[in-house]
Nanobody, 125 residues
Framework: QVQLVESGGGLVMPGDSLRVSCAAS????????TGWFRQAPGKEREFVSA????????KNADSVKGRFTISRDNAKNTVYLQMNSLKSEDTGVYYC??????????????????WGQGTQVTVSS
């Protein structure tokens, strides 16, 4: 079992930056891919970014390429999502998730085994 807790969400203005974090506990000795997803009101949950268990390989959705950067610090069991040049369409609840099939970087939510409770990010003027 892996427990995930997100933090760092908040209200920011368009063009601002924000970093959200995902802290893992439990079986952190296991290898797993970590992904970030987001869900806006009335919309499906969508893939944002993913990073492999070593932190060597990443994948980003087209909508955030060049603006968002995912990274991980395994010594702290934490994955970060640095979000720059935020837009109103980035608003939503951001969830981190762990996929124990560690050799893939999936964009499919149902592939992930563990989920955090989410953190709200609101981009508004």
């Amino acid at each position: 079992q892996v427990q995930l807790v997100e933090s760092g969400g908040g209200l920011v203005m368009p063009g601002d930056s924000l970093r959200v974090s995902c802290a893992a506990s439990g079986r952190t000795d296991e290898r797993y891919t970590t992904g970030w997803f987001r869900q806006a009101p009335g919309k499906e949950r969508e893939f944002v970014s993913a990073i492999d268990w070593r932190g060597f390989t990443t994948k980003n959705a087209d909508s955030v390429k060049g603006r968002f950067t995912i990274s991980r610090d395994n010594a702290k069991n934490t994955v970060y999502l640095q979000m720059n040049s935020l837009k109103s369409e980035d608003t939503g609840v951001y969830y981190c998730a762990a996929d124990t099939t560690w050799y893939r970087l999936s964009e499919i939510a149902s592939d992930y085994d563990y989920w955090g409770q989410g953190t709200q990010v609101t981009v508004s003027s």
